[in-house]
């Protein structure tokens, strides 16, 4: 797996071994790039269900200030701490080891205010509609925040109270929903 573009863009990054995480594929994170491309620069990103990185670090490479990421797994979190001081992100980031809802209360008690989140929970688990609910009740997301969810292609996630879907892809087995917050 390799970082698409910007600064880092060519390098190598490690990810975890076995069938417990699924890396998003390269195609997936191409395309979700090429969406988000103007809405990157000078944002504090958040990486919820990490695996790799690949897209806190992705996002790192095209100009965000800062990425927060988190995972529950150990395996994923050393790989995570290990792809962040390859790339040289060490004083950009911040990487948890909790379950997402610890994380998210965690990233609050800390003042992150998210422009960017990346959700990529195990496909079945049902996580990704009660994630945003937690997101929006924990008060960080900052004004005009993109959520983007990866899914299976034919589970989209219903649209929780609160929020709007902006965009939603399907890549073969893969899809994206991307939400924002509604307007109060």
Same mark, same amino acid.
């Given at each position: 797996? *390799?970082?698409?573009?910007?600064?880092?863009?060519?390098?190598?990054?490690?990810?975890?071994?076995?069938?417990?995480? *699924?890396?998003?594929?390269d195609r997936v994170r191409?395309?979700?790039?090429?969406? &988000?491309?103007?809405?990157?620069?000078?944002? =504090?990103?958040?990486?919820?269900?990490?695996?790799?990185?690949?897209?806190?670090?992705?996002?790192?490479?095209?100009?965000?200030?800062?990425?927060?990421?988190?995972?529950?797994?150990?395996?994923?979190?050393?790989?995570?701490? %290990?792809?962040?001081?390859?790339?040289?992100?060490?004083?950009? %980031?911040?990487?948890?080891?909790?379950?997402? *809802?610890?994380?998210?209360?965690?990233? %609050?008690?800390?003042?992150?205010?998210?422009?960017?989140?990346?959700?990529?929970?195990?496909?079945?688990?049902?996580?990704?509609?009660?994630?945003?609910?937690?997101?929006?009740?924990?008060? $960080?997301?900052?004004?005009?925040?993109?959520? &983007?969810?990866?899914? %299976?292609?034919?589970?989209?996630?219903? =649209?929780?109270?609160?929020? $709007?879907?902006?965009?939603?892809?399907?890549?073969? &087995?893969?899809?994206?929903?991307?939400?924002?917050?509604?307007?109060?």
């Amino acid at each position: 797996m *390799r970082i698409i573009a910007g600064t880092k863009r060519g390098q190598a990054i490690a990810a975890p071994k076995g069938r417990e995480t *699924r890396p998003t594929l390269d195609r997936v994170r191409e395309s979700l790039f090429g969406i &988000i491309q103007f809405e990157i620069a000078g944002k =504090t990103v958040l990486d919820l269900f990490a695996g790799s990185g690949s897209l806190g670090l992705e996002a790192l490479s095209r100009g965000a200030e800062y990425a927060v990421f988190n995972d529950a797994a150990r395996e994923s979190v050393a790989i995570v701490r %290990a792809n962040v001081e390859k790339l040289g992100f060490t004083r950009q %980031a911040a990487v948890y080891s909790l379950d997402y *809802r610890a994380a998210i209360q965690a990233a %609050a008690r800390a003042g992150f205010w998210f422009g960017l989140v990346f959700l990529d929970p195990p496909y079945r688990a049902g996580l990704l509609e009660e994630t945003l609910v937690c997101l929006k009740t924990a008060g $960080v997301l900052a004004p005009g925040c993109r959520v &983007i969810a990866e899914h %299976a292609a034919n589970l989209p996630p219903e =649209t929780p109270e609160g929020f $709007v879907l902006v965009d939603r892809r399907k890549y073969g &087995i893969a899809g994206l929903s991307i939400f924002e917050e509604k307007p109060a």
